[in-house]
């Protein structure tokens, strides 16, 4: 299985955050699940260090370092992703959450998620 992990999951599994539930832990470290981190999380995670918004902890750099070190796999944002996301329906505003969704219903992925808003989107988000 290929998991998409929103910006949240991914930073929640790297700091083994008790937030996640023990269904999304058990799917990101089986053998038979591969785990992506989009290049738009890592985006996301840059901006907002930088801009000192939402308490991100880590830059981009550092995230980037334990994103690898877990073995999580690199996702880039490409052309197709970009224009999929004009066809979503607006359940969410988010831009980033946006791609996030376009690009696991692309490749295809399953995308974990916190956020009730893009679970909205159908059976192929899994709720943290």
């Known amino acids: 299985m290929n998991l998409l992990l929103d910006t949240h999951v991914a930073l929640w599994a790297i700091a083994d955050s008790p937030r ?8 990101i470290v089986s ?3 591969t785990v992506w981190v ?10 907002k260090h930088a801009l000192g ?5 880590l830059s981009g750099h550092e995230a980037l370092g334990y994103f690898r070190d877990a073995g999580y796999r690199l996702l880039p ?9 004009g066809d979503l ?5 988010d831009p980033f959450d946006r791609i996030l969704v376009a690009q ?25």
């Open 20 to 27: 996640l539930s023990p269904q999304v832990r058990t799917l």
């Open 31 to 33: 053998p038979k699940t």
């Open 38 to 47: 989009s290049a738009a999380s890592l985006w996301e995670i840059t901006l």
């Open 53 to 57: 918004r939402g308490g991100m902890p």
């Open 77 to 85: 944002v490409d052309a197709h992703h970009t224009v999929a996301v």
């Open 89 to 93: 329906p607006t359940h969410h505003q």
């Open 104 to 128: 696991a219903l692309l490749e295809p992925m399953r995308l974990v998620t916190h956020d009730p808003l893009v679970a909205r989107y159908g059976d192929t988000i899994i709720s943290a």
